[in-house]
């Protein structure tokens, strides 16, 4: 690969770029903001004014989009899947729905064009590091040929299944995230309550039965964790919006496959409070806020 285009220079997409444009591919980038337009040029990044713009002579489209109708408008809306070269390679990181993925990715197959779902997993901090990990759906082939620059953002690749597949396993994840957090939080809570220190007690729960990632990696409780949101007043991190649309997507999923989720809706109904509160760019993690 030696071109490629990317849109959505968003949190995640912005650093994803950056890594592609520091291992020495060339890349042609868009975003609604101007503010991001600058960030990307100062980065060495060719900014373009449209999401057409940004396909002349490239190898593969990225996009890093917030939600589901903004996937629609760039490819549907803007047509990029009637005037795209056909040997371009598409990879759609946003989270969206499994529904609109495959739509999309059908059209692209019946105008020749190969795409791949491949949300991703990590947040900012594993977006800067390059180490995401990517859930792709699509077709193994193409996959093999995004290889090298899913290698470049990231050191776990995954592949889930035929196209929508990587936005289910994506869903089903981040369902599990939002449940252990709410957890973990609430857990938290009751040990301090009861006169424990925080710190005591989460270095115990980690190595015991109830270890779990938001204990390991992403501590909700202020201070117990250096470098999770937590400690910086949960700023920047993965946003409770975010969080409640892909709790949204998982209700759907769930409603569509008469499948029973108890325990997803409950923690929807946290983060659609956390939004009423007034917490939606705050990070995942504040939910240990209903709980101090
Ligand atoms: P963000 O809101 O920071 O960035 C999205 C960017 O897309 C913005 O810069 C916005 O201006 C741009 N944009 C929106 N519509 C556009 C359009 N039509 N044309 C061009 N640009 C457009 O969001 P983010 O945190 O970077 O997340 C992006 C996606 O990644 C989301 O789907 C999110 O669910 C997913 N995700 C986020 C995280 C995280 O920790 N933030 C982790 C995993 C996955």
Not at 200 to 211: D, P, T
Not at 245 to 261: C, F, I, N, P, Q
Request: aromatic share 6%.
């Amino acid at each position: 690969m030696k071109k490629i285009g990317f849109i959505g220079l968003g949190n995640m997409g912005l650093p994803m770029a950056n890594n592609i444009s520091k291992a020495g591919i060339e890349v042609n980038a868009f975003d609604l903001s101007e503010k991001a337009l600058i960030h990307a040029e100062n980065l060495g990044m060719s900014i373009k004014q449209d999401s057409k713009g940004v396909l002349e002579d490239i190898d593969a489209l990225i996009t890093m989009l917030p939600n589901g109708s903004s996937v629609e408008k760039i490819f549907l809306e803007d047509n990029l899947l009637e005037v795209i070269n056909k040997r371009t390679l598409i990879i759609e990181s946003s989270t969206i729905s499994p529904g609109i993925s495959k739509k999309i990715s059908t059209i692209a197959k019946n105008h020749g064009i190969s795409m791949l779902d491949a949300p991703v997993s990590g947040g900012v901090k594993g977006a800067e590091l390059g180490n995401l990990t990517f859930i792709v759906g699509g077709s193994q082939a193409d996959l093999e040929k995004g290889l090298s620059l899913f290698k470049i953002m990231g050191d776990k690749i995954f592949y889930a299944g035929e196209s929508g597949s990587g936005q289910i396993a994506k869903l089903c994840n981040n369902m599990l995230l939002a449940v252990h957090m709410c957890g973990t939080a609430e857990t938290l809570a009751l040990g301090v309550n009861n006169g424990l220190d925080p710190v005591v007690l989460s270095e115990i729960m980690k190595n015991s039965s109830g270890g779990n990632w938001s204990l390991e990696k992403y501590n909700p409780y202020p201070g117990v964790m250096e470098t999770a949101p937590a400690s910086e007043n949960y700023s920047g991190g993965f946003l409770n919006s975010l969080m409640l649309k892909d709790l949204k997507l998982a209700s759907e999923l769930a409603l569509g496959s008469k499948s029973t989720t108890p325990m997803g809706k409950l923690a929807m109904q946290l983060y659609e409070e956390m939004m009423d509160d007034g917490f939606g760019t705050l990070d995942f993690s504040s939910i240990q806020k209903k709980y101090l």
